[in-house]
Nanobody, 117 residues
Framework: QVQVVESGGGLVQPEGSLTLSCLAS????????MSWYRQAPGKERELVAG???????VYADSVKGRFTISRNNVNNTVYLQMNSLKTHDTAMYYC???????????WGQGTQVTVSS
């Protein structure tokens, strides 16, 4: 049974920090590209950060230097460390898992991040 479960969201003040976690099961995590996306109300879902099976990373320009994606292939978890949070980072954050050859594409239910004073 495939599971992709995010956690760690919440309310944080501007310039604060949060770390999101995504625990995955039911597929070969080490051979899977793991990414974080976000969707704000009234906006399209956008890529925040991605990590290839080899640990190569990509980031949206808006989060470069502030967010860090990392993965642990032993405990099947991908993290998103978010620093210097801005009000425009407020969104639902989703974890995504794509197989090496695109043979599967799984999404979590999302975790809400709200940046507000």
């Amino acid at each position: 049974q495939v599971q992709v479960v995010e956690s760690g969201g919440g309310l944080v003040q501007p310039e604060g920090s949060l770390t999101l976690s995504c625990l995955a099961s039911g597929f070969t995590f080490s051979r899977t590209r793991m990414s974080w996306y976000r969707q704000a109300p009234g906006k399209e879902r956008e890529l925040v950060a991605g990590s290839s099976r080899f640990g190569e990373t990509v980031y949206a320009d808006s989060v470069k230097g502030r967010f860090t994606i990392s993965r642990n292939n032993v405990n099947n978890t991908v993290y998103l460390q978010m620093n210097s949070l801005k009000t425009h980072d407020t969104a639902m954050y989703y974890c995504n898992a794509i197989g090496t050859w695109g043979q599967y594409n799984y999404w979590g239910q999302g975790t809400q991040v709200t940046v507000s004073s």
